[in-house]
């Protein structure tokens, strides 16, 4: 069954007659929705509104941090349902309740029970005695046969040191191919923070992809066929201690001169959110790229504590930002604004403000074990890889 067409006429919506079910007298006739329709626009947002309404309605609260998270805390019971469109997950320290959550959706919709977490929007996660396991691994497999390379030749990188992308170069033959593929990718970088590097240089070549572009992103597929099963390790009784490693190649971008910065941050040993992304602006100095670096995992870290707070968990100390340059460290916690960072002064004041009431500490650590630099630039192979397994991503154990 289809639906041809649908026509929005002063906020009335109406659709063509479904196939074999026209009306003979009045085939040209249309039919007025009263109800969300499959496939349209408006039709998820119409089922987020009714089931947030059904889970207020019994109890839960949605979450002003994300918006998809809906948590029910009383006394010590703890209930969290997470929703993407129609998939959703339902988790909670109570095996009991949890089962009776599904089992009251079950009477108000129409509802499949999937039991225990497998895969999930393309992530697969696999249970061990010692923890959990989430990888891509079935992703990266269709995607290697999507792009005709499921018989490619591993290499240990994912993109090489030298030469450097530019703009300069033959246009690619099939641009769309090059954005398609980019986006795949993007969306693998979710369990894939050794790929955010890549992923990050590769999608600022989406306008006008040259030949070079194309391989350096079949380079990615390369490194992904030999590492196709890695992942993200979550240990069981993980402490719930937050800490950042924040950090900028300055003026690393040769064509413009912009500093890209990332950040790794860490619910005890295990990283939770990452970004590696270019700067708005040109840095005037490393300690002004560090310095903005550090505002950006600073923002991040203040969401994730609010997160952390209406999922009802408590944290025993301030997070932790490391940071290896020296005088963005010392920047953060110098009540004197020097004269050469006038221009960056709501980051300054920002950070002063969580530094000063205790909401922060930002501290330095040695270049050599700053994880996030695997973030800001092509490494050599040896560096890569030690920073690969320092950060995290990482084979599934052994049950």
């Known amino acids: 069954m289809s639906f041809c067409i649908a026509i929005l006429y002063l906020y009335i919506l109406y659709v063509s007659q479904p196939e074999g079910f026209v009306d003979p007298d009045h085939p040209t006739y249309v039919c007025k929705l009263n109800k969300a329709l499959y496939g349209l626009k408006q039709a998820p947002r119409a089922w987020y509104l009714e089931l947030k309404q059904y889970l207020v309605s019994a109890g839960f609260r949605n979450s002003l941090s994300d918006t998809s998270l809906f948590v029910l805390r009383r006394d010590k019971l703890l209930l969290y349902v997470l929703v993407y469109v129609d998939d959703i ?127 350096a992103a079949k380079r990615v597929l390369r490194y992904l066929a030999g590492t196709s099963s890695y992942g993200l390790f979550f240990k069981k009784g993980n402490p719930l201690t937050l800490h950042c490693f924040s950090d900028a190649d300055w003026a690393g971008d040769v064509s413009d001169c912009v500093s890209t910065n990332a950040y790794i941050i860490y619910l005890g040993g295990q990283p939770i959110s990452w970004s590696a992304k270019k700067q708005k602006g040109v840095a005037r100095s490393s300690t002004e790229a560090e310095y903005r670096a550090v505002a950006n995992a600073a923002s991040e870290l203040m969401w994730i504590c609010s997160l952390l707070s209406e999922l009802g968990l408590s944290r025993t100390a301030s997070p932790t930002i490391y940071c290896d340059n020296i005088g963005a460290t010392y920047l953060c916690a110098n009540p004197v604004f020097h004269s050469r960072m006038k221009h960056i002064a709501i980051d300054y004041h920002f950070i002063r403000e969580l530094v000063s009431s205790g909401k922060l500490r930002v501290a330095h650590v040695s270049t050599k074990d700053q994880l996030a630099d695997a973030l800001t630039k092509p490494l050599p192979r040896t560096t890569y890889q030690y920073l690969r397994n320092k950060i995290g991503v990482t084979l599934v154990p052994p049950s």
Request: aromatic share 10%; charged share 20%.
């Open 89 to 215: 997950i339902v988790t909670g320290n109570n095996a009991e309740m949890v089962e009776q959550i599904l089992t009251n959706l079950g009477d108000h919709f129409s509802v499949k029970d999937m039991g225990y977490v497998s895969y999930f929007l393309g992530i697969e996660a696999i249970r061990t005695k010692y923890g959990l396991h989430l990888n891509q691994r079935k992703y990266v497999l269709d995607l290697l046969v999507k792009m005709k390379m499921q018989d490619a030749k591993p290499v240990a990188t994912p993109m090489v040191t030298t030469p450097k992308l530019t703009l300069a170069g033959k246009q690619h033959s099939d641009p769309t191919e090059y954005r398609t593929l980019v986006g795949s990718l993007q969306y693998l970088s979710f369990t894939r923070p050794d790929i955010a590097y890549a992923v990050n240089r590769l999608s600022q070549f989406m306008h006008t992809p040259t030949s070079e572009h194309w391989q």
